[in-house]
């Protein structure tokens, strides 16, 4: 978004130059040494704030994997189009003698031309990315007719659109038993559709059942993977469920429409990893010291391994493994079967108050949540993010019992969240899913400062660590 607003204030000073120096300017020193009102001042802040909102009502900013070159190239010319007749309109009212007609015609011509360049680059290297192996998103395609198989054919025929996959959800039926032989076979029926979703990384479900015969498997289908906060794509746009945002695509020659309400995707995510990749690399310089303390003092404390590593349940059920500061005896998690009578948590989680695993050391680090910061490794890495739902055990995630709780897997798993600094081991299960339901709802790049820096006092105080 900074970036769009800044090829636009470029092209604006280019522009300037260009028609001004013809007129009263001959040179840049006296164009940059003219006096500026402040009341122009608020008026282009204006401008600037309405080009953003231009841009965005636009879906400029919004995940385009599946958007062809020449919409996206369609949408940035109404753009500029909308933004440079807001700047003349603008002009007009207010009376500024500087932008004039051919202004007007160079400042659309350079920026449109700028934008549709780093548009189309970013494309190039996006493709390049997903076809080798990076940012791919795993789909599970709902229907075996000729259309699914034409869809799952187009996506393996196209890599830099980053989609791998998984196989096909159906029941067998006379007219798909072609499916499989090209090494794509159906993994699930729609009967136990929901319980392949809880075990399985799916990322995006896209609907290709006929409608008029199947409506109410797909409309129930959409319906388990908004509940587990999964996106759906939909080869028609038969569906009229609330409270979701549609987005039409085409891919060649087939229409498809996206169901979901997702805010983590396109250019917002973008900035919310470029926190976390700065923040995760300072905050590892700074504590490098105190790490290392940690590192020699754990080393006297007990006998064992340093770090405490765990399969922990990340993005869409990906598993990968955490890292923390080892805080109970080496063979805790052999220990945990005999005192699973004494859990005093509620819901499928494990904690005891005064668990007798805990190292002296150990009780020290998780009181200050010292144990907490090699996991800034793992937000370098990209398996969690600073701020998110905490990643849990599979023992734990495996206890779950109802599919709405599942939805916080639909986003990446952060170190801190609303639970962190709403009380942490004293907030019932129940709430601590809301609050983490809670943050995916209302998710924005300000919410995640706004809790990284309550996360700070809130550790310092200690509340509710366990």
């Known amino acids: 978004m900074l970036f769009d607003l800044g090829i636009l204030a470029l092209s604006f000073v280019v522009a300037a130059v260009q028609i001004w120096h013809l007129t009263e300017f001959s040179s840049f020193a006296s164009f940059f040494s003219m006096r500026i009102q402040v009341q122009n001042m608020f008026l282009f802040l204006g401008i600037f704030l309405s080009w953003h909102v231009i841009f965005s009502a636009f879906g400029l900013y919004r ?38 007609p051919a202004f007007i015609a160079m400042f659309w011509a350079m920026s449109s031309l700028i934008l549709i360049l780093c548009r189309l680059l970013m494309r190039e290297f996006l493709a390049r990315v997903r076809t080798h192996g990076r940012n791919l998103r795993h789909v599970l395609i709902v229907g075996t007719n000729s259309r699914a198989l034409e869809f799952a054919r187009i996506i393996d025929e196209r890599p830099e659109l980053g989609y791998q996959l998984i196989g096909f959800a159906d029941e067998e039926w006379t007219g798909n038993r072609e499916c499989g032989r090209d090494g794509k076979s159906i993994v699930t029926g729609l009967d136990h559709f929901s319980d392949f979703l809880r075990e399985r990384v799916v990322d995006e479900v896209v609907i290709a059942l006929p409608m008029k015969s199947f409506y109410s498997q797909a409309a129930r289908i959409v319906g388990e ?33 996206t169901y979901g309400s997702n805010p983590f995707e396109g250019w917002p995510m973008v900035f919310k990893r470029l ?9 590892l310089i700074l504590l490098s010291p105190l790490l290392l303390i940690v590192a020699m003092l754990a080393k006297f404390d007990s006998p064992g391994p340093l770090f405490f590593v765990q399969e922990r349940v990340g993005l869409n059920k990906r598993k990968f493994r955490m890292y923390k500061f080892r805080t109970m005896v080496a063979n805790a998690e052999k220990q945990q079967l005999d005192l699973e009578k004494l859990n005093e948590a509620d819901g499928p989680v494990f904690k005891i108050k005064e668990d007798p695993r805990i190292t002296r050391l150990g009780k020290y680090l998780r009181k200050t949540s010292i144990d907490e910061f090699p996991q800034l490794l793992n937000v370098l890495k990209g398996d969690m993010s600073l701020v998110g739902p905490r990643p849990l055990p599979i023992r734990d995630y495996r206890g779950f019992d109802q599919d709405w709780l599942r939805r916080r897997f639909s986003v990446r798993p952060g170190i801190t969240c609303l639970w962190q600094i709403n009380g942490r081991s004293s907030v019932s299960f129940q709430e601590w899913m809301k609050l983490d339901l809670d943050y995916i709802d209302h998710w924005s790049f300000w919410l995640d400062v706004k809790v990284i820096a309550k996360t700070i006092p809130a550790v310092l105080r200690g509340t509710g660590a366990a």
């Open 275 to 283: 926190l976390d990749i700065m923040a995760s690399s300072i905050f």
């Open 63 to 100: 995940s385009r994997r599946l958007a062809d070159r020449k919409q996206e190239i369609v949408d940035v010319l109404k753009a500029t189009g909308v933004s440079t007749l807001v700047l003349g309109v603008a002009a007009a009212i207010f009376r500024v003698k500087m932008i004039t």
């Open 225 to 257: 993977c908004q509940e587990q906060g999964i996106v759906v794509r939909a080869l028609t746009s038969l569906f009229d469920f609330q409270q979701v945002g549609v987005i039409s695509s085409d891919l060649g020659f087939m229409h498809v429409a």
